[in-house]
């Protein structure tokens, strides 16, 4: 299986602030990754598919880059309703897998 | 506007079985391909298996850690995804997720709990 590893596993952050959040597969993926924000109690909200393309109706604070390896998803103006969970998640091949998660909370 | 919605979860003791339905609604279920995900506690989350349209064959494919022991079908006619976990461990206890095949839409989920 395809091991995924995100990193930071947590950061505090301000409003307003720009944050970025790595992930990092074992092997090439080319592009086949997702981005997902999930709050405690709720189901994985899709951010980014393709590694780079915004799922309908994400806002445009949020951004996605990187292929082969190495990933990041940025989100350049952080709102209170950003405080989430992230996670990767690589589709290249079965089965598909998740990362760690990053838990974004406030400072 | 599409809905996806977990039922049949429950407290299981060890060894028992279960069997959870996600019925769907505003979309074409027929030509979609419908994936179980799976979060225990403090976990990841975690690909448990999917099963393919009819038009693309059915085949059903399912992680290692499930194989042998859980049985993904679905009815068409019925706009229904089902897993059937049989032989459950108490590291099948979860909240448990059905999702579209392109994982743009979620369940809200529904908790098991393996436990004696």
């Known amino acids: 299986d395809i091991q995924m590893t995100q990193s930071p596993s947590s950061l505090s952050a301000s409003i307003g602030d720009r944050v970025t959040i790595t992930c990092q597969a074992s092997q090439d993926i080319t592009n086949y990754l997702n981005w997902f924000q999930q709050k405690p109690g709720e189901a994985p909200k899709l951010l980014i598919y393709d590694a780079s393309k915004l799922e309908r109706g994400v806002p445009l604070t949020f951004s996605g880059s990187g292929s082969g390896t190495n990933f990041s998803l940025t989100i350049s103006n952080l709102r209170p309703e950003d405080l989430a969970t992230y996670y990767c998640?690589?589709?290249?091949?079965?089965?598909?897998?998740f990362g760690p998660g990053t838990k974004v909370d406030l400072k | 506007e599409v809905f996806l919605v977990e039922s049949g979860g429950g407290l299981v003791r060890p060894g028992g079985s279960l069997r959870l339905s996600c019925a769907a609604s505003?979309?074409?279920?027929?030509?979609?391909?419908m994936t179980w995900v799976r979060q225990g506690p403090g976990k990841r989350l975690e690909w448990i298996g999917r099963?393919?349209?009819?038009?693309?064959?059915?085949?059903?494919d399912y992680a290692a850690s499930v194989k042998d022991r859980f049985v993904i079908s679905r009815d068409d006619s019925k706009n229904t995804l089902y897993l059937q976990m049989n032989s459950l461990q108490t590291d099948d206890t979860a909240v448990y997720f059905c999702?579209?095949?392109?994982?743009?839409?979620w369940g809200q989920g529904t908790q098991v709990t393996v436990s004696s």
């Open positions: 999702t579209e095949g392109s994982f743009d839409f």
């Open positions: 099963i393919k349209s009819a038009s693309d064959g059915g085949t059903i």
């Open positions: 998640q690589q589709y290249d091949d079965l089965p598909p897998t």
């Open positions: 505003g979309f074409t279920f027929t030509n979609a391909w």
